[in-house]
């Protein structure tokens, strides 16, 4: 069950390259729970793939951990990268690869929110949607110097299969930059490229059929774009009654990502979540992606624990199967971008004429310059 599987800890001391004072760390996920796909790990040095065996050893279970861990090579659920990211000679989380195509990275002096996917395929489509699974990894030995990590990864479904490479660079932001190669089996109608996954499930802005204790809770609170002549676009995001499609038609979109913006801990209230301290993520495609949409996704969730928003680029033509699709966009974990001029600091909503309060709505924008801390 749940439990069990947290109290199978990675023991710290036999983590890849705890001995060779790297600028990283590497950890191993065991296999079991919701994470029951064997996953193949190798390392890459002097350009030669070594293959990462699994052992028992590698783990301290816990008291109600009450099967012993098997003793053959079963691989491994994922992986997760440490490094001194908030303070030299400490060593914390930086990235984590695990479930599917799932992966999720912050910044300095952040907390875990959102998380990001390989590829997303057939969101809300009424067959269910289909998830591909990064099947193995190749991480490349750090160089003792460097503050750069690179990650292979094959990712593989029943539509397609694809290679990627990420490079990563810790810092505020956390940058990566992804590489990406798709080969299609059949045609992909609604393909989603660099889509991030995140939570919303209450604010201020219209809190009063939600009995919480809490003023807002959400990991991002919209969803930001810049299109192809550079005009932004921010939407508010929203917890709604049925699942709602937004599709922003664009050419040559410039940026988009969901984002945290209110980063005042009086908003939430809420010392253990650190909503506060969520990661923004923000995708900029290199090149020109042509013609398409950015889709935002909001499904109903009557819990907080529930990734109820999706965002991503869906190009306006199929992809056919047989072809070979390559693309490249930057990632940062961070604080957002940092545009020029005004950004919308909240969104409120309210009564607006006592005399006929169901007839009239008042809405409020409150607008911030850059760079100054929204609260």
Same mark, same amino acid.
């Given at each position: ?41 190798? !390392? ?21 951990? !009450? ?89 593989? =479904?029943?539509?397609? !299969? ?11 932001? !956390? ?70 499609? =937004? ?55 009557? =819990? ?53 309060? =169901? ?17």
């Amino acid at each position: 069950n749940y439990d069990q599987y947290q109290a199978i800890y990675f023991n710290p001391d036999a983590a890849i390259w705890a001995k060779d004072d790297l600028p990283f760390h590497m950890q191993l996920f065991h296999r079991g729970f919701y994470f029951k796909d064997k996953i193949e790990v190798a !390392t890459v040095s002097d350009g030669q793939a070594h293959h990462l065996a699994y052992s028992p050893d590698m783990y301290q279970p816990g008291a109600i951990v !009450t099967q012993p861990l098997p003793k053959e090579d079963i691989g491994f659920a994922g992986l997760r990268i440490h490094g001194p990211i908030n303070q030299p000679g400490v060593f914390d989380e930086i990235v984590v690869f695990q479930g599917a195509s799932y992966f999720r990275s912050l910044g300095k002096g952040q907390a875990y929110g959102i998380s990001a996917r390989g590829l997303a395929l057939k969101v809300g489509a009424p067959e269910g949607e289909e998830f591909p699974i990064f099947r193995a990894f190749w991480v490349e030995k750090p160089v003792k110097e460097s503050d750069v990590l690179v990650i292979h990864a094959l990712l593989d =479904s029943q539509s397609l !299969t694809g290679a990627y490479r990420f490079t990563i660079r810790p810092g505020l932001p !956390t940058a990566m930059d992804v590489e990406t190669t798709l080969f299609p089996r059949v045609d992909l109608d609604s393909a989603g490229l660099a889509p991030g996954t995140s939570m919303f499930y209450f604010d201020g802005n219209g809190r009063e059929n939600f009995d919480d204790w809490r003023p807002a809770v959400h990991d991002s609170d919209g969803l930001l774009m810049v299109n192809g002549k550079g005009e932004r676009i921010w939407r508010p995001l929203a917890n709604p009654k049925n699942l709602q499609f =937004s599709a922003f038609v664009d050419s040559g979109v410039r940026g988009f990502g969901l984002l945290q913006r209110d980063r005042n801990y009086d908003s939430y209230d809420d010392y253990h979540a650190a909503y506060d301290r969520r990661p923004s993520l923000w995708v900029e495609p290199v090149g020109d992606w042509g013609q398409g949409s950015v889709v935002l996704v909001e499904i109903p969730s009557e =819990s907080a624990v529930n990734d109820n928003i999706v965002a991503y680029w869906q190009p306006k033509d199929p992809i056919r199967a047989g072809s070979e699709f390559a693309y490249a966009y930057h990632m940062a974990w961070g604080n957002g971008p940092d545009v020029p001029g005004l950004v919308v600091a909240s969104t409120r909503r309210g009564r607006g004429d006592l005399k006929h309060p =169901s007839a009239i709505r008042r809405f409020v924008l409150d607008y911030v310059p850059t760079g100054v801390s929204i609260t």
